[in-house]
């Protein structure tokens, strides 16, 4: 892709905020309150300005059937343990306990505000097993005086890819894809990072994950440009940092999003019912030893929803900056000390994709799920490349709204092509079960 056309999206999301009424997308649930609500079977101008207090709750169990790989008392393979500690093959967890303030300020629905916290088990406040003490993960307000122009502030999701901008809650996966958690979901490294091997660095996470959010501005807004069409865009400038404050490279990471959508009608949020392109691209950069590294990332995809059935389906292109996987340091064989490695060179490349269908076999009720993912890792080294392929297969059983039981069972397959050493241990990898709860309240 040429430079110059690497911006296009984020040229056209500064360019096009355009006029007309609002088509439900991530962009506007996350960062908006309703300017419509319904009231006594009505649909009524929204001027409730008492604050909005809900959450959810996800809990559950899994089951790795892969082998332990052990070498001198080092765990060699992570993909075989359980995140975010990666100590067990079979846990009963509570992975996520969240709770959210949000309204808005005045009765025109000019200040908007959105604040959530997380007492879970994940890799927000359990990165690798290494407690952080980091459970904000939202707090932002929103400006929307200003015609056809929304400004948000703050800690929040950046526009992206459409399985980092989705309500985690609302998808019926208990895992996400391979490409998404390892290519998206960032790891952070201290600047003083152990350079293990030229350009590759480790050290034990001192950061939450990045859970897809940063802490900038960003400028959105959805034009209806026909009866049943939209148009979202979005440009964020961020600090590059995460859920974190601090940041060595001391430079902006930059988001751009475009989507359009066709409605058909129903539904809204995740059930609303209609078939959308979207594409993004993202761009900064990450100090490590006091050395600037890039870190670019970009995709486009299609989703689709109608009459209980959901097709999706996602391209993510990674250069510089690659997740290397985690590394035990502890020679104990009765513990473990997982640290992060990142191979930062510009000349590093992965890219991966997910195909998704699910039906509602029972309408509202009962929904059979079948998901196949990819990544290629480091395809620019013949040694250090690695495949994974899985295939997750499963069923959801939706009590009321989110409100549900998912049964995920993932066939998994990593390979390394150049490396038959690492072929050896990566042959241990195993399928997965997981059993979750969610309860939204």
């Known amino acids: 892709m040429h430079t110059n056309s690497k911006i296009i999206i984020s040229l056209a999301a500064l360019s096009c905020f355009a006029t007309g009424a609002l088509a439900t997308d991530w962009l506007y649930v996350a960062g908006t309150e309703p300017a419509f609500v319904k009231k006594a079977g009505k649909k009524v101008k929204n001027t409730n300005t008492t604050p909005h207090i ?67 088990e994940d890799g927000i406040t359990r990165p690798a097993g290494h407690r952080v003490g980091n459970y904000l993960t939202d707090a932002s307000i929103t400006y929307r005086g200003i015609p056809h122009l929304n400004i948000r502030m703050g800690q929040f999701k950046y526009p992206g890819s459409e399985e980092g901008m989705r309500a985690v809650f609302a998808s019926e996966y208990r895992n996400f894809t391979t490409a998404t958690s390892q290519l998206l979901l960032e790891r952070f490294l201290p600047n003083n990072a152990a350079e293990v091997s030229p350009g590759v660095y480790q050290a034990a996470p001192t950061e939450s994950v990045g859970a897809f959010r940063d802490r900038g501005v960003e400028l959105f807004d959805t034009e209806r440009i026909q009866k049943n069409m939209t148009l979202s865009v979005a440009a964020m400038a961020g600090s590059g940092t995460g859920l974190s404050s601090s940041n060595a490279s001391g430079t902006l990471t930059y988001y751009g999003y475009l989507a359009g959508e066709y409605l058909f009608g129903k539904g809204k949020g ?103 993912d990819y990544l290629d890792r480091l395809s620019n080294s013949e040694s250090g490349e690695r495949e994974f392929t899985t295939t997750t297969v499963g069923l959801s059983y939706h009590f009321k709204g989110p409100n549900r039981l998912d049964v995920n069972y993932a066939f998994r397959n990593a390979k390394a092509p150049g490396n038959a050493k690492a072929q050896t241990v990566l042959d241990s990898t195993g399928n997965r079960l997981s059993v979750q709860a969610t309860l939204k309240f």
């Not at 052990?70 to 846990?91: F, V």
């Not at 967890?93 to 009765?107: P, S, V």
């Not at 691209?281 to 670019?296: A, I, S, T």
Request: aromatic content about 18%.
């Open 54 to 120: 809900w959450g959810f709750i996800q809990v559950g169990y899994q089951h790795d059937f892969g082998d332990v790989f052990e070498k001198g008392g080092i765990n060699k393979n992570p993909l075989s343990m359980l995140p975010p500690d990666l100590n067990s093959q079979s846990s009963f967890e509570a992975n996520r306990a969240r709770i959210a303030a949000r309204g808005m300020l005045d009765k025109d629905n000019t200040v908007d505000y959105f604040f959530m916290t997380e007492f879970g």
């Open 270 to 372: 995740y059930f609303t019912q209609s078939l959308k392109a979207f594409a993004w691209y993202q761009d900064g950069k990450r100090q490590l030893n006091n050395k600037d590294y890039d870190r670019e990332r970009y995709g486009a995809g299609l989703s689709y929803f109608r009459n209980g059935l959901r097709l999706e389906g996602e391209y993510i292109k990674a250069k510089g900056m690659i997740y290397n996987g985690a590394k035990d340091t502890d020679a104990d064989p009765y513990g473990t000390n997982w640290e992060y490695q990142i191979a930062a060179d510009s000349d590093n490349e992965a890219n991966g994709y997910y195909l998704n269908a699910q039906y509602y076999v029972i309408a509202k009720t009962l929904e059979l799920l079948a998901r196949y």
